[in-house]
């Protein structure tokens, strides 16, 4: 099917409803000239009549009647698909699905969940705590929360809150193995990290306006 056709059958659905091309065209704020070609055009790519033209009127061809009761339904279903849709935005409801960092979905989001439920009565969370990349469409997922300085490619994103990182360690362990000064000189020490993925190693700082990331590394991992 060519699909660049269903302008032209809603023109043609148009023209036989109203009558005539001028009809038409000022139902759909166009021209009778623009009318015609979209009708020719559609005549052109059936190889048939459609309708046979006099000076007054303008009356269905036999291969026109068949196109028009099919055009016809296509257009009705088009309406109902988008009264549908009028209807479905009037109210929020349905499932959402969220993916969020493990940390953020449990001292943030859990949270506010028993409120937004009770507003909101027709809509379903499922909340996904993940700290892995969660993709919005192999995942199944609606939204993401995702802690970066800028959405992934292709996608939209809302800044939310500042999530502040925390560099960690106990007096102890200074104590035995020094305190670093740089962020290079954390690659003689013992990091713990999430161990989910390669890159929960590779930790990023900014320094002076300028981007440092540091590939740790660490005997112990816990996510």
Partial sequence: MNLALL??????????????????????????????????RLERELGCKLLVRTTRKLRLSEAGSSVFQRAASMMDAARDVMALGGTASQAPQGRVTLGVPKAVGRFVIHPLMEEFLARYQEVDICLRLEDRYMDLIDDEVDLALRITD??????YGKPLMAIEHLLCATPAYLARHGTPQTPQELRQHSCISLGETAADARWKFRRDGKSVVVQTHGRYAAN
Avoid: H, W, Y
């Avoid at 059958?9 to 070609?37: C, M």
């Avoid at 800028?150 to 996608?155: E, I, N, Q, V, Y």
């Fill in 150 to 155: 800028s959405p992934s490619p292709g996608l």
């Fill in 7 to 40: 302008p032209d059958i809603a023109v043609f659905v148009q023209v036989v409803e109203t009558g005539s091309f001028s009809a038409a065209a000022r139902k759909l704020g166009s021209t009778p000239s623009s009318v015609s070609r979209s009708v020719s």
